[in-house]
């Protein structure tokens, strides 16, 4: 059995996507972790019959519990997708190169603390980028700095307003995040 460990703080569409996608493997399981209790994630998550569990700043970064309930569960990969908060190092260094992020830009650009879905895009269309896309990248314990998995690019149209371009960029993200997932999950030792 393989075990991947989903995080999200907010609506969970990339979460979702990437359930439906593992769902047609018996051989693996999903589990979602919130930080936030009124997160849509958990929906989606009751609805895909997931398990699904909310944590709190304290157990994710002083009593090491979220930690515990990851290695209790045997988790073979974490996936953020919309997740706020950065990973604690022992968390980083417990799962080494077992931890994805996707970020709705081109990084280095519009990365780092706060830089995170609406706010992303306002920034694309506030400097002016003619092009976005999304990255996915291994995590370490910097914001937005692991190293790149795989990058997509899609256009900035002028007319494009924060929602057009998330809405282009999250079909980036539905096109591209699963498989990667599933590309690391073939790749695990064992
Ligand atoms: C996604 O666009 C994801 O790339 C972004 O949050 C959105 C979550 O949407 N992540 C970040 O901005 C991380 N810095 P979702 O909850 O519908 O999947």
């Known amino acids: 059995m393989t075990t991947v460990a989903i995080f999200a703080s907010g609506s969970g569409s990339n979460a979702e996507q990437i359930i439906r996608r593992l769902a047609a493997r018996p051989q693996v399981r999903c589990l979602v972790l919130s930080n936030r209790p009124d997160a849509y994630v958990l929906e989606r ?108 690019a899609c256009p900035v149209l002028p007319t494009d307003t924060p929602d057009t371009l998330a809405a282009r960029v999250h079909e980036l993200e539905y096109a591209h995040y699963p498989q990667v997932v599933e590309q690391l999950l073939a790749q695990l030792p064992g």
């Open 45 to 152: 998550a009751a609805r895909l019959g997931v398990p699904a569990r909310v944590f709190t700043r304290e157990e994710f970064y002083q009593t090491g519990q979220v930690l515990a309930y990851l290695q209790a569960q045997a988790v073979d990969l974490v996936v953020l997708a919309g997740f706020l908060w950065l990973v604690p190092a022992p968390l980083v260094q417990a799962f080494p190169g077992r931890i994805v992020n996707i970020h709705p830009a081109l990084l280095p650009r519009h990365g780092g603390k706060g830089m995170y879905g609406a706010k992303v895009h306002t920034a694309v269309l506030a400097t002016g980028d003619r092009q976005s896309g999304i990255t996915i990248h291994y995590v370490n314990e910097q914001y937005d700095e692991g190293q790149i998995i795989r990058q997509v």
